[in-house]
């Protein structure tokens, strides 16, 4: 029998996430995205290999996006302890980051083996996020006019002082027509839906829900985290590339483009673990701050644990050494990009 999940397991993906925050902060807006997520990867990767478990990534970045490591089917972990899935996604925002614009974030969750779902070949999904208030009042099924009113119904408020994040994009010029006509407030992001979702199932942070299509890798590490809260989310394919629809139409999951996933589908069980650590500043989360007064660098961090329901936020102080940083690997390229300018 494989080992239980030790609660301790959320302090360690923390480290994980603090890793690939500080590797990846001092490319803040320097334009070059492409270094920074590199850097998050390289430092995500390193600390991951000292956790104790069997770790399988099963959604990461390598399939979609081309990245060098953390790949899908990459082997992580000591061989020790749990037999886990892992959901990692080392940067949420290389633009941001490189813009040196808000919520760039590094993420990761983590559950049983077998328990997240798995994408296959769809890269993006329509998703629907909110607060545990209105959890039970979505449906993918209805119009987005219909799930606003349902939702403000369900906060007791109206429809109007509803804020709903929306990722800007083409593809979204006709929801966001319709969110306006409802009567609701729309803000617009140009990445980060990961995030998105954190906003609107974390109370208190100005946004109630998240509508449209995103990232499916993305989504399912979203969906842990809004389970863990007791939030509410749907999702269901929206393939956008054409290489995605000829791909999906000759898989197993051709017959089910249109079937609307519960979080249930997408985390099974109730024993996962979901950390963010900011990059750059959120609502919720302060972003990477080198600290003079404590000779080091501070991060926030975001650790849930969805079996009990609790909720951590971690202020972390950090000596910019390799060894603070990546343990006891050798020091190498990776600690370079996190320690210099």
């Known amino acids: 029998m494989t080992p239980p999940i030790h609660r301790s397991m959320g302090m360690e993906l923390v480290r994980v996430t603090e890793a690939a925050a500080l590797a990846c902060a001092p490319h803040m807006g320097r334009g070059d995205k492409t270094a920074a997520d590199a850097a998050a990867t390289d430092a995500m990767r390193a600390v991951l290999a000292r956790v104790d478990m069997d770790g399988i990534v099963v959604i990461g970045e390598g399939e979609k996006d081309e990245a060098p490591q953390l790949y899908n089917g990459e082997r992580v972990g000591t061989g020790k302890g749990p037999a886990l899935d892992l959901a990692v996604d ?15 974030v590094a993420v990761i969750a983590a559950a049983p083996r077998g328990c997240l779902w798995d994408p296959g070949a769809s890269f993006y999904m329509d998703k629907l996020v909110v607060g545990a208030e209105a959890r039970d009042a979505i449906d993918l099924g209805r119009t987005p006019t219909e799930n606003l009113h349902r939702i403000a119904d369900a906060l007791g408020r109206p429809v109007h002082s509803l804020t709903v994040f929306v990722l800007d994009k083409p593809r979204h010029d006709g929801l966001i027509r319709e969110i306006r006509a409802a009567g609701a407030r729309v803000s617009l992001h140009t990445d980060g839906d990961v995030m998105g979702a954190l906003l609107a199932v974390v109370p208190e942070t100005g946004v109630d829900v998240l509508m449209g299509t995103g990232g499916t890798p993305e989504g399912v590490i979203a969906a842990v985290a809004v389970k863990a809260m007791g939030g509410g989310m749907e999702g269901r394919r929206d393939p956008q590339l054409e290489d995605e ?24 069980g109730e024993d996962a673990f979901f950390s963010a650590t900011a990059v750059t500043d959120s609502p919720f989360l302060e972003g990477v701050r080198y600290d003079t007064r404590h000779s080091g660098v501070t991060t926030e961090s975001l650790t849930i644990r969805a079996g009990s329901g609790s909720v951590r936020y971690v202020r972390g102080i950090h000596q910019l050494d390799p060894e603070h940083i990546f343990g006891d690997r050798d020091p190498g390229d990776a600690v370079e990009a996190a320690t210099s300018g």
Not at 253 to 262: F, I, N, Q
């Open 245 to 268: 629809r000829r791909a999906l139409a000759t898989s197993p999951a051709a017959d089910e483009w249109g079937r609307v996933l519960s979080l249930d589908d997408l985390v099974a």
């Open 90 to 104: 080392p940067l949420e925002g290389t633009r941001l980051l490189a813009g040196g614009r808000t919520n760039a």
